[in-house]
Nanobody
């Protein structure tokens, strides 16, 4: 049974960069669509970056497009979220999720009943 595990969160100043990593215990992420989601205090969880199992297709909402990049390593065991030019509104708990047989856009926009979630990693953007 696959269990995503996130790492890499922390406190960062506005304008700086941070990279998050997602690996899996119990299985490999190789054949899964993977998404990064975040939840800010008092807000609903939102998808910020999703990638297809082939790595050919990615999806980003307008709020992060051009600043965030999702990618996978060569053996497809780790999914990264590179976050550049961070702003205070990027603060939140970031979760990694995995799913089979979907599309990145559907996955990020809440169109799937996702049940493979990591525990989350806190990202705080502040001076």
């Amino acid at each position: 049974h696959l269990q995503p595990v996130e790492s890499g969160g922390g406190l960062v100043q506005p304008g700086k960069s941070l990279i998050l990593s997602c690996v899996a215990s119990g299985d490999t992420l190789k054949n899964y669509f993977v998404g990064w989601f975040r939840q800010a205090p008092g807000k609903e969880r939102e998808g910020v970056a999703c990638i297809s199992e082939s790595d050919r297709i990615t999806y980003y909402p307008d709020s992060v497009k051009g600043r965030f990049t999702i990618s996978r390593n060569k053996d497809k065991t780790t999914v990264f979220l590179q976050m550049n030019n961070l702003a205070p509104e990027d603060t939140g708990v970031y979760y990694c999720a995995a799913h089979l047989f979907t599309t990145p856009q559907t996955m990020c926009n809440g169109g799937e009943d996702l049940n493979l979630w990591g525990q989350g990693t806190q990202v705080t953007v502040s001076t």
